[in-house]
């Protein structure tokens, strides 16, 4: 008989990191307001959250993030300039991101890492279960990854992480999750993680990609937990206890992913994940792909 746990309806999205493979345009903007395309990164990751029925936001900051705030916020000289232009298009575009979610913000203070950043998150999350998206991860609307994740959480309790399989030489770049199959075929029950280990030591291929659905006995765990890896609080350390007991806060199931993932955390993926989406506009798409295969042949 399937059980019915907690509905969610918070998701938290930290932002506070400086974005220093960005420099020297991360400087004066946060990473997460660069564009893709023609909209932040950000604005895709809280869509997301909303898309799946998470309409509470709450994003994690630091210094220099205001920015973030003022994207989500009302403009309203910007409105009425807009408005009496009669530009109705650009208008709807603006007010967009101010009517998408309910939006609430709060600062890291000390960057010391993701599981501390999760950690902030406790008073307003309270004792729900709920979403944690990370803003490097840009996931296509097309391939609900989320959603799937808050169903399979609604149904067996604990937490769930999103998975993806990677060759072994590149599974060092990630915490990665020793797996048992369920009756599920894109469902695993996760009995172990591992935060960044080398080909040799990695116990799958299943490499942990930013999207959490976490119990909130996790907040209990992260207060316990020492700096690892990098001298940082590491979420993946507070799962693998989770894992480990599943008394404490229920199972940990991994959905693995075999959707459209854009990596917008490395300069050169996030000029990929820019080519790809603007291909595939419908405004941009016809007019662009035929520059870039003009351009592909000039140049090879």
């Not at 992913?257 to 996030?270: A, E, I, L, S, V």
Request: charged share 30%; net charge negative; glycine share 8%.
């Amino acid at each position: 008989m399937t059980q019915s746990h907690p509905r969610i309806s918070k998701a938290v999205i930290p932002a506070a990191g400086l974005g220093t493979r960005f420099l020297p345009a991360t400087k004066a903007t946060p990473k997460e307001m660069l564009p893709v395309v023609d909209k932040p990164a950000i604005q895709y990751v809280v869509e997301e959250a909303v898309s799946a029925g998470l309409d509470d936001v709450l994003m994690i900051t630091g210094r220099n993030k205001r920015p973030l705030e003022d994207h989500f916020d009302r403009n309203y000289e910007l409105e009425s300039a807009l408005q009496k232009k009669g530009d109705a298009s650009r208008l709807a575009k603006v007010q967009e991101s101010s009517d998408l979610a309910t939006m609430h913000y709060v600062r890291q203070g000390d960057p010391k890492g993701l599981g501390h950043a999760v950690l902030c998150a406790a008073p307003h999350v309270g004792h729900e279960p709920f979403a944690v998206l990370l803003g490097d991860d840009l996931i296509d609307p097309r391939d609900p990854l989320l959603k799937r994740m808050v169903e399979v959480q609604e149904r067996h309790g604990g937490s769930v992480i999103a998975l993806m399989e990677v060759e072994p030489e590149q599974i060092h770049l990630y915490g990665c999750a020793a797996v048992d199959a369920t009756d599920d075929g894109d469902v695993v029950k996760v009995h172990d993680l591992v935060e960044k280990p080398s080909a040799a030591d990695a116990p799958s291929n299943y490499a942990i990609i930013g999207r959490y659905v976490l119990d909130p006995h996790i907040f209990d765990i992260l207060r316990k937990t020492e700096p690892g890896r990098g001298g940082e609080i590491q979420l993946t350390d507070a799962l693998q206890q989770l894992a480990a007991d599943e008394k404490v806060g229920g199972p940990v199931h991994g959905v693995v992913f075999k959707g459209r993932r854009y990596d917008t955390g490395d300069r050169g993926d996030y000029l990929r994940a820019i080519v790809r989406l603007a291909c595939e506009r419908e405004d941009l798409g016809p007019d662009f792909r035929t520059w870039l295969r003009s351009y592909v042949a000039e140049e090879m």
